[in-house]
């Protein structure tokens, strides 16, 4: 046996009276190292990108689609370009499974409630492929800035980025959204084996504020979900006050939800750290939902003029292979142009990170494109692109900002890698200028 007297001692007692004979080889899982996986993303990898990642990957992860296991002793996932181009997204095994539980479908309205940094969002994001729209939020506004720039890595073009706390969500989407990932915060203890400082941070107190905290979340989430959608709830923790009290009052509190299914993953029974997830859905009747449906707000677009949009014209025209694929849905904010997804909801009056896909500045008699809409293309979707391998000197060269040399006519040119956008370059007598963003360098590849 370890030594587990890193663990609070109230947390030990109450598991031991939780566990009562499983309780032993529970606390002997936290000899074990920490699990590592991530998920490939399906709006950007494919078969291939799967297969070039072989070398790092283990078993799959069985309750996710796309989830791997990966060596974390032998390999550095997180600074292969794959990761900078949004190819997967490191994530624990076990906090694949609510959305996998939630399964989203193209065309669904969703909303991520408490979504930083971005993984279940990202995976929502995948399940609807492109199609409906995905709210996700973060209240707190650093993290949710952490949030919007996940959702730009991985090339999604439907997510609008809002910062708020769930009540004033609550009260501009009445029963507007047809599924919602409530990932609530907790106290955190299926992270102690992983995270031994959030062991410092634990008290029951604690656990009784965030069980305060989760109800309150859960209420709001209830007001937004139309009758016949779906709330997945999940928590990191293995208390059953914040996890299956916490579903049996807000059912209580709200008759017309039932309990579709409840999970949980234990690290002495699964691979994977502790995690909790309970499937609900709302009751309809009298067919509510297609009114409710009907009654959704979008946003208001106001026309913009071809004049003030002509330099972003003749960059679709001379960059873009589907010009017409980038000429609705248009959102300008001062001189910042975005494409916001079909049927956006009204999301006046909030505070909005990221309004759909980012196309890029409008400034002074030119057009430039954003690093968010290279990611969101493919090689097909331009006219001109350059590849560059994944194990090249010119990977390293492009993600640390230099400055490359090639054959190709002039312009803005779509830096893939192994044929998976990256980035933008601008070419100018046969050498593309780097616009690889400054703040995402890397000078250690």
Not at 31 to 49: G, H, M, V, Y
Not at 114 to 136: D, F, H, M, R, W
Not at 364 to 373: D, G, I, V
């Amino acid at each position: 046996m370890g030594d587990y007297s890193f663990l609070p001692t109230d947390f030990v007692n109450r598991m031991e009276q939780d566990l009562g004979p499983d309780f032993h080889a529970f606390l002997s899982s936290y000899d074990e190292n920490k699990i590592s996986a991530l998920r490939f993303n399906p709006i950007k990898a494919d078969e291939q990108a799967i297969h070039n990642c072989e070398i790092f990957l283990k078993d799959k992860v069985n309750w996710s689609e796309n989830g791997y296991y990966y060596d974390d002793e032998a390999y550095r996932p997180g600074i292969h370009p794959y990761h900078m181009a949004g190819i997967y997204y490191i994530q624990d095994a076990s906090a694949q499974l609510p959305v996998e539980m939630l399964s989203p479908n193209p065309g669904d309205v969703c909303l991520d409630l408490c979504a930083s940094p971005g993984g279940k969002t990202t995976q929502i994001a995948g399940y609807l492929n492109g199609e409906g729209v995905l709210i996700s939020n973060e209240p707190v506004k650093n993290r949710a800035k952490i949030l919007s720039e996940n959702v730009e890595r991985l090339g999604i073009r439907n997510c609008i980025v809002t910062s708020e706390f769930p009540d004033k969500l609550a009260e501009k989407y009445h029963e507007y959204f047809d599924k919602i990932m409530v990932d609530a915060p907790c106290s955190g203890e299926g992270m102690f084996r992983k995270n031994h400082d959030a062991c410092t941070e634990w008290s029951l107190e604690s656990v009784e504020m965030c069980a305060i905290r989760q109800a309150e979340i859960l209420d709001s989430a209830y007001d937004m979900l139309i009758p016949g959608g779906r709330i997945c709830y999940s928590t990191c923790t293995f208390s059953r006050l914040e996890d299956e009290i916490a579903v049996e009052k807000f059912i209580a509190r709200h008759p017309d939800m039932h309990l579709i299914e409840e999970r949980r993953i234990w690290p002495h029974k699964q691979k994977g750290e502790g995690h909790y997830a309970a499937l609900l859905e709302k009751s309809d009747t009298d067919d509510r939902a297609v009114e409710c449906k009907n009654m959704r707000q979008t946003y208001n677009l106001k026309k913009i003029s071809d004049k003030m949009l002509k330099d972003y014209l003749d960059f679709l025209k001379t960059a873009i292979s589907n010009p017409n694929d980038f000429k609705s849905n248009l959102l300008l904010i001062g001189d910042l142009l975005y494409q916001l997804p079909k049927d956006a909801p009204d999301f006046s009056g909030l505070h909005v990170l990221r309004g759909g896909l980012f196309l890029g500045t409008l400034k002074k008699n030119r057009f430039e494109p954003s690093h968010a809409l290279a990611l969101a293309l493919k090689s097909a979707d331009v006219n001109t692109f350059y590849d560059i391998k994944s194990d090249s000197e010119d990977i390293k060269k492009y993600l640390s900002g230099q400055s490359l040399q090639a054959e190709t006519k002039d312009g803005w040119t779509l830096i893939t890698v192994d044929g998976y956008s990256i980035g933008w370059g601008k070419a100018v007598n046969n050498q593309i200028k780097n616009h690889y963003p400054k703040g995402l360098r890397r000078y250690d590849t």
